[in-house]
């Protein structure tokens, strides 16, 4: 079925090209994300944000249609990272390192900025992804399939049940890290670690 116009999250009103544009538009994404961290949605403005991005109020909406259009970006923008960041996993020669490397950028981007991470973890509820974002977030699901498949992990009777349900546990538990506010991310990722072994160990 496809998704109402109402439901979709709304998207960039044009993509930048030159370098100038690709500037303009790091610089607001940037500027919309220390809004939020630093000030919360209450001050969450388009007028803030261009304020902040050193940008005209009409440059914004160039890009920008709206205020979702631009906390949509935002989260693009961290999600990428995330999975680039964990992409390394697929190099990595054994399934306990390849773990380690796809929950080490989970646990580093929710920690590096909490505040932030806190609140598009909000938003990612609250607003339906756009195609692009789902994308990512499929991506990291690929990842992740691949590396509980590899030999030195125990085999899991439905691979997909699995992946999701692995990808939830690391979801689940750097969320809650954050919102405690812990700070070291070498522990943290240990622990999650233990978590998702334990869980792919439950069925010998």
């Known amino acids: 079925m496809s998704e109402s116009p109402l439901h979709r999250r709304a998207a960039p009103r044009k993509a930048p090209r030159q370098a ?7 610089a607001i994404v940037e500027a919309a994300a220390r809004i939020l961290e630093e000030r919360g949605h209450e001050a969450f403005s388009t007028n803030a944000i261009a304020e902040k991005a050193g940008v005209s109020v009409g440059s914004l909406y160039q890009y920008f249609p709206r205020k979702d259009a631009l906390i949509g970006a935002l989260i693009l923008r961290e999600t990428s990272r995330l999975v680039a960041e964990a992409e390394i996993a697929a190099d990595k ?4 390192e390849a773990l380690s490397a796809l929950i080490l950028p989970c646990v580093e981007q929710q920690l ?18 756009d195609a692009a ?17 590899r030999p ?9 049940v699995a992946s999701r349900d692995v990808v939830a546990i690391i979801k689940g538990m750097v969320d809650a890290a954050g919102d405690h506010g812990d ?7 240990l622990r999650v670690k233990r978590a998702v072994l334990g869980y792919l160990h439950s069925l010998d």
């Open 183 to 189: 700070k070291d991310k070498n522990q943290l990722a």
């Open 20 to 26: 100038r544009s690709l500037a303009t538009v790091e």
């Open 152 to 160: 030195d992990l125990p085999p899991q009777a439905d691979i997909e």
């Open 93 to 96: 020669p054994t399934g306990s």
């Open 112 to 129: 590096r900025r909490p505040a932030l991470a806190r609140l598009l973890d909000f938003e990612e509820a609250r607003l339906p992804l």
């Open 133 to 149: 974002t789902e994308a990512v977030k499929w991506r990291f699901f690929e990842l992740t399939r691949a590396t509980l498949l």
